[in-house]
């Protein structure tokens, strides 16, 4: 069976730091682009970053760049985000994505992704 399961959440002051991790089950991650997407209490879901199967490209939403980074690593069939500079806006669950779509394109956010793991907490609070 197929799946992704996150893990890395948690509680963390403003200016801290988290790293997320995706591991995938059932399946190798080479050709799939994966995505970190969160969800706000009462809020919609919203693409956080992504990094692409065939180069290793990424892309990120505005509020996140220069403090989130996506990463991964095919050999463990496994993709991060280092999550620093933490504010309480980024409180959510986190979840991980994947899609083989589109390969040898630049991933994008608005994308139709196939897999989705449970999600994992991220609560920034002093």
């Known amino acids: 069976q197929s799946q992704l399961v996150e893990s890395g959440g948690g509680l963390v002051q403003p200016g801290g730091s988290l790293r997320l991790s995706c591991a995938a089950s059932?399946?190798?991650?080479?050709?799939?682009?994966i995505g970190w997407f969160r969800q706000a209490p009462g809020k919609e879901r919203e693409g956080v970053s992504c990094?692409?199967?065939?180069?290793?490209?990424?892309n990120s939403a505005d509020s996140v760049k220069d403090r989130f980074t996506i990463a991964r690593d095919n050999a463990k069939n496994m993709v991060y985000l280092q999550m620093n500079s933490l504010k309480p806006e980024d409180t959510a669950i986190y979840y991980c994505?994947?899609?083989?779509?589109?390969?040898?394109?630049?991933?994008?956010?608005?994308?139709?992704?196939?897999?989705w793991g449970q999600g994992t907490q991220v609560t920034v609070s002093s």
């Open positions: 994505a994947a899609t083989r779509s589109f390969y040898g394109f630049r991933c994008q956010l608005n994308w139709n992704y196939n897999y």
């Open positions: 059932g399946f190798t991650l080479d050709y799939y682009h």
């Open positions: 990094i692409s199967s065939s180069d290793g490209s990424t």
